[in-house]
């Protein structure tokens, strides 16, 4: 079993929906979530990060935490085109220790 | 700041040749990370650095892949004799222990294909 399982889609919903991209960890020692964003042919690129349990907001993206279920989620409010891309969560137990990461999930947004 | 660089961007070699994958990370940062990326797998952490010292090679497929850091601005990772089961995106990554938890910079990746 992966430590970090996330549903590798594809996912295609039309502009202005609620995405919500989610994953599940087995390790209970991760104390750091992240989302990643990669686009086709480029390197992944940081998006939010959220430490324990919680909500956090920025802008458009919100990403939640609960470590009683081990539950990594993503939800994009108003999505654009623009936000069509391969989403990856990742988590690691802190400080510079690796990164683990989800299959990610390809999202497409429609005009 | 130029970021993370690797070369080359593409690579097609065939199988049993020698592969080297070279990375450039941010200047100051001092861990390197080495990933490879495939369809099936996703992002799978390889080896990482910490001030050129290799931490955690456990992800290292087998002998035939092997990676050094000579110096804080360089390091290579390297497959000898590669196989097409190798073909993958391999990604570079650096980061500071001061840059906050996910702080991590990734290359735009080596797109290798052995035939």
């Known amino acids: 079993q992966k430590e970090v399982e996330q549903d590798p889609g594809p996912l295609s919903v039309p502009e202005g929906a609620i995405v919500s991209l989610n994953c599940t960890y087995s390790?209970?020692?991760?104390?750091?979530f992240m989302w990643y964003r990669q686009y086709s042919r480029k390197g992944p690129e940081l998006l939010m990060y959220t430490y324990s349990s919680g909500n956090k907001e920025d802008g458009r993206f919100t990403a939640q935490v609960d470590k009683s279920s081990k539950y990594i989620s993503l939800f994009i409010r108003d999505s654009q085109p623009s936000d069509s891309a391969t989403y990856l969560c990742a988590a690691t137990t802190g400080g510079a220790q690796k990164l683990v990461f989800g299959q990610g999930t390809r999202l497409t947004i429609n005009p | 700041d130029a970021g993370v660089i690797q070369s080359p961007r593409h690579e097609v070699t065939e199988m049993g040749q020698e592969v080297t994958l070279r990375c450039k990370p941010i200047s100051g940062h001092d861990y390197l990370f080495w990933y490879r990326q495939t369809m099936m797998r996703g992002l799978e952490l390889l080896i990482y650095?910490?001030?050129?010292?290799?931490?955690?090679d456990s992800g290292m497929p087998e002998d035939r892949f092997s990676a050094k850091m000579p110096n804080a601005s360089f390091s290579t990772l390297k497959i000898q004799p590669s196989e097409p089961r190798d073909s993958a995106v391999y990604f570079c990554?650096?980061?500071?222990?001061?840059?906050?938890?996910?702080?991590?910079?990734f290359g735009s990746g080596t797109r290798l294909t052995v035939v």
């Open positions: 990554a650096s980061r500071t222990r001061d840059s906050g938890t996910g702080g991590y910079t």
């Open positions: 390790n209970s020692a991760f104390q750091y």
């Open positions: 650095f910490n001030n050129n010292v290799p931490i955690d």
